[in-house]
C-alpha cells in the first residue's frame, strides 16, 4: 500500500480508502447498497487496516446515521490508536424533517458535526465535507462556518463532494481572500467508463492542488467482471437493485470487453484493472473502495500491486477516451503551438 500526500496539505493518506456506504442498512436504497452490521463491519475494518488502509470515508446520511455509528464503534472495539486512521465524514443531505436539517447552511454544518462526533465517538474529525452543492446557501457562509469549526478543533481539514469546478474555484478565491480555512479536496464519480470529470475538474484540482477522492470506482458494480455483453449479473446484484451512477451502458461494454482481455492475461479480476487504470491517474489521490464480504475488499485491494505498462495505458485510454467537445477542442488547437514550445524547453508548466 502507497500513501500520497492529500493534496497541498502535509497529511498523507493510503491510496486505498475504505467506504462505508455499505455498513448499517435495512430498508431503501441504504438497504439495496448493503446491511453490514457492527460484527461484518469490524471485519472489514481490521482487514482494511492489516493492509495498510488508513484512510476511513463516511458521512452522516448513510444508513440515517448508523454507518457512523458503525464505523466509530469498529475503531474502539479494535482497539485502533487514533493517530493511526484519518476519518472523514461528510455534511448537507437530510437528517431529519424540519426546514433546516438539510443543506450547506451555518445551522445544519454546526448541529451536524455534533452529531456526527457523537455517533464516531471521536473529538474531532480529520476531513469533513460539504456532501453536495447548496444552491440556497451563499457560499461565503459555508466557507466561513468550516473555518470556525476547523479554528475551534473539531475538524482538521475541510472538504467538498459534488461541486462543479466554477462553484470550488469561487469558494477558494473567498477562502483566500478572507483567510479562511480552505477545501483541500474533491470528492467525485471518476472511472474509466465515466471520465466526464477530466473536462473541467480535473485541470482544476492540478492548478490549485486539491486532493481527489474517488467514489464509486467501479460504477456501482457495473465494472465488477460480471457484467459485459452477452452476460447476465448475478440477481440482487447492486447495479440491478440501484442503477447507479448514470452510465453510457455500450461504451462501458466497450472498456469491460478491453479490460477483460488484460484481466485475462494477468490472471486478475476485471475489477482489479479497473482500479489500477485509476490509480494510474496522477490526478487521484486515494480510491474509495466498498465492500460487502472480506473476499471483496481483499480483491480490491491486490489492485495496489498492479502496474499497467504504457501500452496497456494506451489501449485503455483509447478505448475510454472522451469525445471532442467545445471549449476543449479549440483549447487544445489553439494552446498546441505554445504547449509544444514549452516542452521542447524541458521546463514544466
Not at 475510454?320 to 508548466?349: D, F, H, I, N
Request: with cysteine; net charge neutral.
Amino acid at each position: 500500500m502507497q500513501y500520497r500526500k492529500f493534496g497541498r496539505t502535509g497529511l498523507f493518506v493510503s491510496e486505498l480508502c475504505l467506504g462505508t456506504m455499505t455498513f448499517g442498512g435495512s430498508s431503501g436504497i441504504w438497504g439495496q447498497i448493503g446491511n453490514l452490521q457492527q460484527s461484518e463491519a469490524e471485519s472489514l475494518v481490521g482487514r482494511a487496516l492489516d493492509a495498510g488502509i488508513n484512510f476511513i470515508d463516511t458521512a452522516d446520511v448513510y444508513s440515517e446515521g448508523l454507518s457512523e455509528t458503525i464505523t466509530g464503534q469498529a475503531l474502539k472495539n479494535l482497539k485502533v490508536p487514533r493517530e493511526n486512521v484519518v476519518v472523514a465524514t461528510k455534511v448537507f443531505g437530510e437528517t431529519g424533517k424540519s426546514a433546516n436539517a438539510a443543506g450547506a447552511s451555518r445551522y445544519h454544518i454546526m448541529d451536524g458535526v455534533k452529531a456526527s462526533l457523537k455517533r464516531l465517538q471521536l473529538d474531532h474529525i480529520d476531513l469533513y465535507q460539504i456532501h453536495g452543492f447548496d444552491p440556497v446557501t451563499p457560499i461565503e457562509e459555508t466557507v466561513r462556518a468550516l473555518d470556525n469549526l476547523v479554528q475551534q478543533g473539531h475538524v482538521r481539514y475541510v472538504g467538498v463532494s459534488n461541486w462543479a469546478a466554477w462553484q470550488i474555484m469561487k469558494a477558494l478565491g473567498i477562502a483566500e481572500r478572507q483567510g479562511l480555512a480552505r477545501f483541500e479536496s474533491l470528492q467525485a464519480y471518476y472511472t474509466i467508463a465515466g471520465r466526464d470529470l477530466e473536462r473541467e475538474l480535473a485541470p482544476m484540482l492540478q492548478s490549485e492542488s486539491l486532493g481527489l477522492m474517488v467514489w464509486s470506482p467501479l460504477a456501482g458494480g457495473l465494472l465488477s467482471g460480471k457484467y459485459g455483453r452477452g452476460t447476465e449479473a448475478e440477481k440482487g446484484s447492486r447495479r440491478t437493485s440501484f442503477d447507479f451512477p448514470p452510465v453510457n451502458v455500450e461504451r462501458a461494454y466497450d472498456c469491460i470487453d478491453v479490460m477483460r482481455q488484460l484481466a485475462e492475461a494477468r490472471k486478475v479480476s476485471v475489477a482489479q484493472i479497473a482500479l489500477a487504470w485509476l490509480l494510474h491517474q496522477p490526478v487521484v489521490t486515494s480510491v474509495i473502495v466498498g465492500a460487502k464480504r472480506v473476499e471483496q475488499l481483499d480483491d480490491n485491494i491486490a489492485a495496489t500491486a498492479i502496474r499497467l505498462s504504457a501500452e496497456e495505458l494506451a489501449e485503455l485510454g483509447k478505448v475510454s477516451a472522451l469525445p471532442s467537445e467545445y471549449p476543449g477542442w479549440m483549447l487544445e488547437r489553439q494552446g498546441s503551438a505554445r504547449a509544444k514550445r514549452l516542452a521542447e524547453s524541458g521546463q514544466r508548466g
